[in-house]
C-alpha cells in the first residue's frame, strides 16, 4: 500500500510540472501565475538616477561689452561663439574696446567714421595686427579726425587713410614714446591727454600734407606741427579785442602748445646729455 501511494504522489507531481510548463507556454514566462514560482526572487533592476544637466547661467554683458556693440557694431552673443586663436573674438574685441570714450559732439557723424574705419580694419583687429593704441586713439579722437568734413553730407565722414601711413611709418613704439613726451602722464594708465594731443598733431600733419621721414625723429616733425600752431593761436590772439570765451579757448591752446614744446625741449637736452655720456665713457674706455 505504500509503494502505491509513493507512486501516485510521484505521477502527481509530474502531472503538475506538465501543467506548470504549458501554462507558461501559453501565457508567458514573465509573471507568477496561481504562485507557482511562489517563493523564488526575481533578480532586481538597479534603477540609476540620471544626472542633471548643469544649469548655464545666462551672460550678462557689461560696460564694456556694451561699447563692443556701440562702436563696432558686432553682436555679443555672436563673438562668444566665435574662436580666434586661443581667444573668442569677444575677448579680442573687449580688449579693443575697453578704453574707448564717448563721443561728446557729433555722435552720429563720430560713430559712422569710426564703424567705416572698423569695416576696413576688421581683419587686422580680428586677428589683433592693429595695435591697440592705435584703434583707441583713433576712436577716442574721431571728433579731431574728421573736422571739417561736413562737405561730404551726413554721416558721410571717414578717417584719412593717410592718417594709418603715419602710425605705419612710426611704428607704435614710438607713438608712444611721442605720446608720453607730449604731456606727463601723472595718474598712470592711459595718457589720454598725450593722445588727444597727438591725434590733433596728426591731424595737422594730413590736412597740411606733412610727411615723416624715416631718418629723421618723429620728435622733430611733431614739434615743427606745435610751433606752426602755436604761431596760429598768437596771431588769432592778435586780432582779439575782446575778453570773451573765444579768446579765452585762444589762451587755453597757447599755454597747451607751450607746455607740449617745453617737455620736448627737455627730452632734447636730456638725449643730448645721454650722447655727450656716452661719448665721455667711450673715450675713458680708449
Known amino acids: ?43 532586481q533592476t538597479e534603477v540609476v538616477p540620471q544626472e542633471a544637466e548643469p544649469v548655464v547661467p545666462a551672460y550678462e554683458p557689461d560696460g564694456i561689452d556694451h561699447k563692443v556693440t556701440a562702436y563696432f557694431g558686432e553682436n555679443v552673443e555672436e563673438l562668444r561663439k566665435n574662436v580666434s586663436g586661443e581667444k573668442t573674438q569677444h575677448d579680442v574685441l573687449r580688449e579693443y574696446a575697453q578704453f574707448f570714450k564717448p563721443y561728446c559732439e ?8 569710426f564703424r567705416k574705419y572698423y569695416d576696413r580694419h576688421a581683419l587686422k583687429i580680428a586677428t589683433e595686427e592693429l595695435p591697440i593704441e592705435q584703434a583707441r586713439i583713433i576712436q577716442n579722437n574721431v571728433d579731431l ?16 587713410s593717410r592718417v594709418d601711413t603715419i602710425f605705419d611709418k612710426m611704428g607704435i613704439d614710438q607713438v608712444n614714446k611721442v605720446v608720453n613726451i607730449l ?63 573765444e579768446y579765452q579757448a585762444l589762451l587755453s591752446q597757447e599755454r597747451k602748445y607751450l607746455y607740449a614744446l617745453n617737455r620736448i625741449e627737455q627730452y632734447e637736452t636730456e638725449q643730448r646729455i645721454s650722447e655727450f655720456e656716452e661719448k665721455l665713457n667711450d673715450m675713458d674706455a680708449m
Not at 507531481?13 to 514573465?30: Q, R, Y
Not at 571739417?148 to 554721416?155: P, Y
Open 1 to 43: 500500500m505504500l509503494e502505491f501511494w509513493k507512486n501516485e504522489w510521484k505521477l502527481f507531481l509530474e502531472d503538475l510540472n506538465s501543467f506548470k510548463s504549458a501554462f507558461v507556454k501559453i501565457f508567458g514566462g514573465k509573471q507568477d501565475y496561481l504562485m507557482l514560482n511562489d517563493g523564488v526572487e526575481e533578480p
Open 106 to 113: 557729433s555722435q552720429e557723424m563720430c560713430n559712422s567714421a
Open 145 to 160: 579726425f574728421i573736422k571739417g568734413q561736413e562737405v561730404f553730407g551726413e554721416n558721410g565722414q571717414f578717417i584719412d
Open 183 to 245: 604731456h606727463d602722464n601723472t595718474e598712470g594708465g592711459v595718457n589720454v591727454q598725450g593722445e588727444r594731443l597727438f591725434a590733433e598733431v596728426l591731424t595737422y600733419m594730413v590736412d597740411n600734407g606733412i610727411k615723416v621721414e624715416k631718418d629723421t625723429p618723429i620728435v622733430n616733425s611733431v614739434k615743427s606741427v606745435l610751433e606752426e600752431k602755436l604761431n596760429e593761436v598768437h596771431s588769432n590772439l592778435r586780432n582779439h579785442e575782446d575778453w570773451n570765451d
